[in-house]
């Protein structure tokens, strides 16, 4: 095993964006990829490592620079400041991911024709708006996503939907998940929705703890979601190659 990562620029209309990608040059062939939606924090060294994952999977992982720039804002207040005008304007956000799944579709080493996409908090969203949008998506994974709907045109839903959630969470209370499920059975698209109990927001990210309950990581429910994750993508894209 190789695993090679790189920058990759790509554009949004006249904003530039600093992706990542990581891939198994090992393997000569084109691979099905993985697009990573980042949390509030932009593209940082987590987003990095879950590409770098996929890649030692045998996929091409490449996670987006919703932000642009490879903004990484580091307070709280910074955070909602880039955050909150995407998650507030759902068409602008959706154009941005288009962006960079079109920059990804591009690569070489892609076969554009197997995608499928996860994404944390933030990036949840990100990934069930795609989902949403009627993206040629194979698989669309959030991670404790903010769950609300996006007032935009309903789409045939394409993708596999894996949900995974923690039941405490605060930013996606109990009524977001009901109205999520609600939302994905009246889409007849393939869906799934793993709550785990005694958890909270951020329960992917290791030594995540606000002290208030609001973030915390929790190592049972990371290692069941990955799990879920991994059996996911082999799903999808087991038969790869074949035939």
């Known amino acids: 095993m190789s695993i090679i990562t790189k920058p990759v620029e790509y554009m949004d209309g006249k904003q530039k964006c600093i992706g990542f990608m990581a891939w198994d040059e090992s393997f000569a062939d084109a691979k099905p990829c993985v697009i990573v939606n980042h949390a509030w924090s932009g593209m940082d060294s987590f987003a990095e490592d879950?590409?770098?994952?996929?890649?030692?999977?045998g996929y091409v992982g490449f996670c987006l620079d919703n932000y642009g720039d490879g903004a990484l804002p580091e307070t709280v207040e910074d955070k909602q400041a880039m955050m909150m005008p995407l998650k507030d304007d759902r068409a602008k956000l959706l154009k941005r991911i288009k962006a960079g799944v079109k920059a990804a579709k591009a690569l070489p080493e892609v076969d554009e024709t197997h995608m499928a996409m996860m994404g944390f908090c933030f990036g949840g969203l990100c990934t069930l708006d795609a989902a949403r949008s009627g993206m040629d998506l194979k698989a669309a994974i959030s991670f404790h996503g903010l769950l609300d709907a996006p007032d935009l045109p309903k789409k045939k839903i394409k993708a596999k939907v894996l949900v995974a959630h923690g039941w405490d969470d605060p930013m996606a209370p109990p009524a977001h998940v009901t109205a999520l499920g609600e939302e994905l059975a009246a889409a007849k698209c393939d869906w799934q929705l793993h709550a785990y109990g005694q958890t909270t927001h951020a329960f992917m990210v290791p030594g995540a703890d606000s002290g208030d309950g609001t973030l915390k990581?929790?190592?049972?429910?990371?290692?069941?979601?990955?799990?879920?994750?991994?059996?996911?993508?082999d799903d999808v894209f087991g038969m790869h190659g074949v035939g």
Request: net charge neutral.
């Open 50 to 57: 879950k590409a770098i994952q996929m890649a030692a999977q």
């Open 217 to 233: 990581h929790n190592a049972d429910s990371e290692r069941r979601a990955w799990a879920s994750t991994l059996e996911l993508l």
